[in-house]
């Protein structure tokens, strides 16, 4: 187990730690891409880096202090990293519009309102981890993303929201000097705690000109404790509300199945039915590279939240989950260990099986952490899905 809790140093210190060789590949990666078919220097783009890097002084310093010590124990230029971090997904390289979706209210089977994303872009390793800052005002919170970069690619956090930001068609106003999505969505994660907020913050950084999506709008998709859904359209100058709902679902784009299976199911959607949707052939594209589902507890989402992510592509992996509550994460989740596990082609039918095991061991493991809660002992119901975490990840990639 590793443990994402604590200052923004050691955090980066454990990450860099972690995942130093996928961190200096993928360095050296972006610079190549950079030179050979940009033509730009290491000093162009670091120059270029630094509207973003001022917006984070004022955002969220504490992502400085973290990058830092990544970079310093990776044994990387700390300016060439959070270069890298800004520009990498300037050419925003997705095979497919990623897809959201979410269903609340009488839609789900037990009223917990249920979040699903499919990324789609490169399959570099992907990571799953519960993160916990200890600064003032920061939420803790879960998310998937590269092993080798700090954003948020799709989360949940402590207070019950759940977020993603996908790509939406083609921005009529481009612009590149500013917060690329993942950055956005890890300040909603660490600081918002309804749509209602994530919304404000969508429309803060769009007014102050620090929303920078390139050439390509973004859909975010946002669902909370509340049992409020949206999707909000953003292109630069933009901020619209498309969709929401606080009894039924919502998604992000078309795909082929999906609404049928959310129709069908409507009263009755749990978790494995959003893990089978991501697995349709219409929503499980080519360029998928990771998925998260998420069930939101609106009694203590600090707890018993949780999150099942697949690394790698959804109809090829299994789902593993982790609560919101555990005290640690599986470092196999957090290093690419579990990502390059899917690559071995185990059989689509026996994740299925170990998922419906895992649920039963999952169910038993919330009882037994919900009866220490009773009994006063938070510390070791944390302690508790902790250990069922643990005890999952030995069991995936054994």
Known sequence: MVHLCGSPDAIGREWGEMNRGDIVAHLDEFLRLARDEHGQDE???????????????????????????????????????LACLVGRYRGLLFAEDCISYAAVGSATADGRPLFHKNRDNLARPQAFYRKETLVPGVLP??????????????????????????????????????????????????TATTCAEALEIVRMMNDRGWYAGGNIAT???????????????????????????????VQTVEREGLRPLLDERRGRLTPADFDAASRL??????????????????????????????????????????????TGTPEAYANGAT??????????????????????????????????????????ARECLAQFAADTAARATS
């Not at 099986?353 to 006063?376: I, K, N, S, V």
Request: glycine share 10%; aromatic share 8%; proline share 4%.
């Open 219 to 249: 859909n975010w998709a946002f669902a909370d404790a509340t049992g409020h859904a949206m999707v909000v359209y953003n292109a630069h100058g933009k901020v619209e509300v498309t969709s929401e709902t606080r009894d039924g679902c």
């Open 281 to 326: 052939p219409g929503v499980c594209v080519a360029g998928n590279c990771s998925s998260l589902t998420v069930q939101i507890d609106p009694d203590r989402p600090d707890l018993f939240t949780c999150a099942w992510a697949a690394l790698g592509k959804a109809d090829e992996t299994g789902y593993f989950p982790l609560h919101m509550g555990a």
């Open 43 to 81: 000093a162009t783009l670091v120059a270029r880096s630094q509207r973003h890097v001022g917006i984070v002084r004022q955002l969220a310093p504490h992502w400085l202090d973290e990058a830092a010590a990544i970079a310093q124990v990776a044994g990387v230029s700390l300016d060439l990293y």
């Open 339 to 380: 990502f390059a596990h899917w690559q071995r082609r185990v059989p689509l039918a026996s994740w299925q099986q170990f998922e419906a095991q895992t649920e039963q061991r999952r169910q038993a493991a919330e009882t037994d952490a919900q009866a220490l809660l009773a009994a006063g002992n938070a510390a070791a």
């Open 141 to 190: 919170f879960i998310s998937v993303g590269d092993t080798s970069d700090t954003g948020a690619m799709m989360m949940v956090n402590a207070a019950g929201l759940a977020g993603s930001a996908d790509q939406a068609g083609s921005d009529p106003d481009p612009y590149y000097g500013g917060l690329m999505n993942p950055y956005g969505l890890r300040h909603i994660a660490e």
